[in-house]
């Protein structure tokens, strides 16, 4: 079994920041890619950045430059630094991770279980 678990969530003014941390435990062989996502009320969810396994970035345009997506693989974590905040970020944050249980098996996805993020004065 493996479970992420998401923290840093929380409202903030508008320009202020926040940091997102996804934990990953279980049994846990590998970790490839991982990613954040976000879904608005009323909106599908939307992919916010990836991290590939060597460390390569894409970000959506609406958070480059304000976002920066980090790793450690030693702790099985993946952070997101979120600075100058806006309204239109404000949304339940997911995070993603793939995950290799056992050594030469396949890669699933495992989610985390969302943490909200309220931009407002």
């Known amino acids: 079994q493996v479970q992420l678990v998401e923290s840093g969530g929380g409202l903030v003014q508008p320009g202020g920041s926040l940091r997102l941390s996804c934990v990953a435990s279980?049994?846990?062989?590998?970790?490839?890619?991982m990613a954040w996502y976000r879904q608005a009320p009323g909106k599908q969810r939307e992919v916010v950045v990836t991290?590939?396994?060597?460390?390569?970035?894409n970000y959506a345009d609406s958070v480059k430059g304000r976002f920066t997506i980090s790793r450690d693989n030693a702790k099985n974590t993946v952070y997101l630094q979120m600075n100058s905040l806006k309204p239109e970020d404000t949304a339940v944050y997911y995070c993603?991770?793939?995950?290799?249980?056992?050594?030469?098996?396949?890669?699933?996805?495992?989610w985390g279980q969302g943490t909200q993020v309220t931009v407002s004065s």
């Open positions: 279980g049994s846990i062989f590998s970790i490839n890619a």
């Open positions: 991290i590939m396994g060597g460390g390569s970035t």
């Open positions: 993603r991770q793939d995950i290799q249980t056992r050594r030469g098996g396949p890669f699933y996805q495992y």
